[in-house]
């Protein structure tokens, strides 16, 4: 498309922005004030802050399965709905499937990535997840006062900015439901000197990621792991990133969704509860295209980014505005 296609995915907890390549970015409580991963304003570029990356343990080649941030000349099919977002790829005999949706009220992204292998022969994988951290307003103003942590049990990277006056308890997390085989939470590391989401340093030839953690430096949180598919196996992965008020209500939350099983039912629901809402109330005309419009996509629109996310690509400013509000009210 011309201009980035996005979605905005939202419950009264938090949410998230995905374009189709793949950009936006990610929040809890407030889109302006605690921003997880960083809000570009960029509709040119579209950049991409959290990533998946899929590389051949064999041949060292890698791809993503979304269209950004690697380039690629081969086909992505890009699905937008109320509630959930999904990438289907095909990179040869391994064939992708990324679906993106919030958990039940709680703000966690919660992405499930499905690959299958429809080759003959075996395949060995590695599984790179990357995540910049923000836990403010801009990543600017924040990347020296976020401090990282890892939790080795539950394979995920905690973050906290204890120098926020509104959100200084809370803890972000990065977590993936395989067993992690090496971590770091520096983006320096990471992308290399001058480095970019579109050609990592880490996943050069020989590259290991070093297990770095801690405060004083460009944070990020990478995690890696290895999968192996037989001929025509399917693996899945629960891929998580959110908040929460504490750390142990973090820890809780990864516990309960790095489970691939109810990380797959968390976003379902989540698609059901939109069903239940936009059916409540529904229009009948002449033209089938303006009865979509009507009663799916705007009142998904006035619920779900003007009410609860109060962001979009092109504006985050997570303020409750009398005027504003009311107006978003009266679409529904």
Not at 35 to 47: A, E, F, G, I, K
Not at 79 to 102: Q, Y
Not at 315 to 331: I, K, N, P, T
Request: a neutral charge; one cysteine or more; hydrophobic letters at 40%.
């Amino acid at each position: 498309p011309p201009a980035p296609w996005a979605n905005v995915i939202a419950n009264r907890a938090g949410g998230f922005v995905v374009t189709e390549r793949g950009g936006g970015y990610v929040w809890a409580e407030n889109s302006y004030f605690f921003r997880l991963t960083p809000w570009h304003n960029d509709p040119v570029t579209d950049p991409v802050s959290d990533a998946i990356y899929l590389q051949d343990a064999d041949t060292g080649e890698s791809w993503c399965p979304t269209p950004g941030p690697l380039p690629t000349a081969l086909a992505y099919d890009v699905r937008h709905g109320a509630g959930t977002t999904g990438f289907e790829h095909r990179h040869g005999d391994l064939a992708t499937r990324l679906t993106l949706g919030m958990a039940d009220e709680a703000a966690v992204k919660v992405g499930l990535l499905t690959v299958t292998n429809h080759g003959s022969t075996s395949r060995r994988l590695t599984l790179t997840t990357y995540v910049e951290w923000t836990l403010g307003v801009l990543r600017e103003h924040t990347q020296h006062l976020v401090r990282t942590t890892v939790d080795r049990d539950l394979g995920a990277i905690l973050a906290r900015n204890d120098f926020d006056p509104q959100f200084a308890g809370w803890t972000a997390f990065h977590a993936v439901s395989e067993p992690v085989l090496g971590h770091t939470a520096s983006r320096r590391e990471f992308l290399g000197r001058n480095g970019t989401t579109a050609a990592p340093a880490a996943l050069r030839p020989g590259a290991a990621l070093s297990g770095t953690t801690g405060a004083g430096m460009d944070p990020c949180a990478a995690l890696q792991c290895a999968l192996e598919l037989a001929p025509g196996e399917t693996r899945e992965v629960a891929v998580l990133l959110g908040a929460a008020p504490n750390a142990d209500a973090a820890r809780a939350a990864v516990a309960e969704y790095r489970d691939v099983a109810r990380a797959r039912h968390a976003i379902e629901r989540g698609v059901s509860a939109w069903s239940r809402r936009l059916s409540v109330v529904g229009v009948r005309t002449p033209e089938p295209t303006f009865d979509a419009m009507l009663n799916r996509w705007a009142l998904y629109q006035a619920l779900g980014c003007r009410i609860w996310a109060r962001s979009a690509l092109y504006q985050s400013s997570g303020a409750y505005g009398f005027r504003d509000q009311l107006q978003d009210v009266m679409a529904l």
